[in-house]
């Protein structure tokens, strides 16, 4: 079983920053974070691996960093110049011995 608890969302302007976090109760390989907006299904944003290795949408490249700390198993997501499209809940992603497992969501809200 792995817990993860995510913090850091919040209301900003757009073309604002938020950075989201989260902890793992354990040390995890792959960890990523999805996205779910309203009337639309959960899509991923970025991810990375325990050795540093990261993926990103298309919509989030040059504006969203994914990073870690193995020391505190914590993952990561430093947003820059939001959107307002960029609004939704954003889930903490681990995959551990075959098993998907989900942070509780953080609403990120996104204002013109």
């Known amino acids: 079983q792995v817990r993860l608890v995510e913090s850091g969302g919040g209301l900003v302007q757009a073309g604002g920053s938020l950075r989201l976090s989260c902890v793992a109760s354990?040390?995890?390989?792959?960890m990523g974070w999805y996205r779910q907006a309203p009337g639309k299904q959960r899509e991923p944003v970025a991810g990375?691996?325990?050795?540093?290795?990261?993926n990103y949408a298309d919509f989030v490249k040059g504006r969203f960093t994914v990073s870690r700390d193995n020391a505190k198993n914590t993952v990561y997501l430093q947003m820059n110049s939001l959107k307002p499209e960029d609004t939704a809940v954003y889930y903490c992603?681990?995959?551990?011995?075959?098993?998907?497992?989900w942070g509780q969501g953080t609403q990120v809200t996104v204002s013109s």
């Open positions: 990375i691996t325990s050795s540093g290795l990261t």
């Open positions: 992603n681990a995959q551990y011995s075959a098993v998907d497992y």
């Open positions: 354990t040390n995890i390989y792959f």
